[in-house]
């Protein structure tokens, strides 16, 4: 369904990326579970946008 | 053909919320489902406005809500918003606000918002009659449903985040149910009929009944309450910190006010029962859209045939099942449409592994997503599947408290003859054609 949005695992984050002009689709919700993520990996939680 | 998603977007005063429907029929199945808490009603109560911040969340959410339909490709999609955005004073730049997102918004007067609700009680309950209370942020609808379909109704200012939760807030929610339902009649036409309760307040409600008196299902749809257990539910509700981490927090903040309507109506109408629906407006607009022979369906066999059908074996194999056993048993209606179902989903377990087959068929029967089908018509299900594939009893003897024991037995013989007849048709390689063809001549 969302085939470009992308999870990134670095050193020091989890970033969730979503294609640039769909920033919305990181709701609340997202960005909570995304956060759960990111402290179970011991990183911080980013959004970041792509083209 | 294929069926093409459809969407409803319900702007409410409590949630916004975007359901995606697998395609416009009888038994709509949701495919996706997402709300946001937004509170658009609760400034309401101050000075007559949505608040900013609120207005915020529900505007972030629908614009997530824009790019998920884009997305999934749906290309249908109605976009309601009620009592809140219908009552505030600074309504026009919110719905400017929506439509420049790209999502045709209607505001959805107080009559239709009474009279979709009603029609989604009654594609969920076909031949329901009684008064339907549905219970949002921001407003009550009362409803009187019958066989000529829901009747005008009555929108009323009660919505959980409108009501105080004091006794000056219990006593302005008293006077305006006495005056507008004596005005209207409902008195009457309630007492003795069943209260259909619709709204995600009186679901967490009848969700903290089930977990308060350990009933064996956890669907809330179509879940009874006896009026006289209403004001124990609510002292119970009184204390919501008890069923934390079980139900949201916004449900739980809600449900002492909920409980308190709850009791009040009750008063006034003086109703048979309380039956829970977990449809009501957005599955309203959805029926109203169907023609007058989808309308006469069957949900609930039209849904044990999607079911069944996506996962048995050989087409046609529940409704052939099915005339095959029927001269054999002298059901009634309510027994007989139960049979049908259990029939149609005789072969979903086959892909399990033997020993879980009865698993697979039990758990469909008793947690599918059904409508029209109420706990004691699941364990029925269940029993006959179960039989089915080979067990005879169900996983929890709880289940079994919920049906006298002559009926489990009955959709145990069900399942008996289900089974010898699909052992003939595995035995038999054109056991099926010989079935199609019996079954025709007895037609």
Redesign the interface.
Known sequence: ??ERTHLNLSRTSVTLCVPHR?E??????VRRRLQRLAEAFGRKAEVATFV | MARKPVAVVDIGSNSVRLVVYSGRQRAPSPIFNEKVMAGLGAGLRGNGQMSPESEQKALSALCRYKLLLRHMGVREAKVVATAAVRDAANADDFIASVKAIGLPCEVVSAEDEARFSGLGVLSAFPGASGIVGDLGGGSLELIEIGNDGPRPGLSLPLGVLRVERSKAGEKLVRDILKKEVKKTGLDKSGRGQPFYMVGGSWRALAKIDMIATDFPLPATHHYRIKPERVAELRKIAENPATFEGLLSSARLASAPVAAMVLERVVDELQPSELIVSAFGLREGLLYADLDARARKLDPLIEAARDAGGAEHRFGQHGDLLHDWIAPLFEDGPKMERLRRASCLLADVAWQAAPPFRADRGVEMALHGDWTAVDAAGRVIMAQALTSNFGRDTLPDWRLTQLVKPELLLRAHCWASRCASASDSAAALPRCWNGLTSISAARR
């Open positions: 369904m969302l769909n919305a689709l990181a709701g609340d919700a």
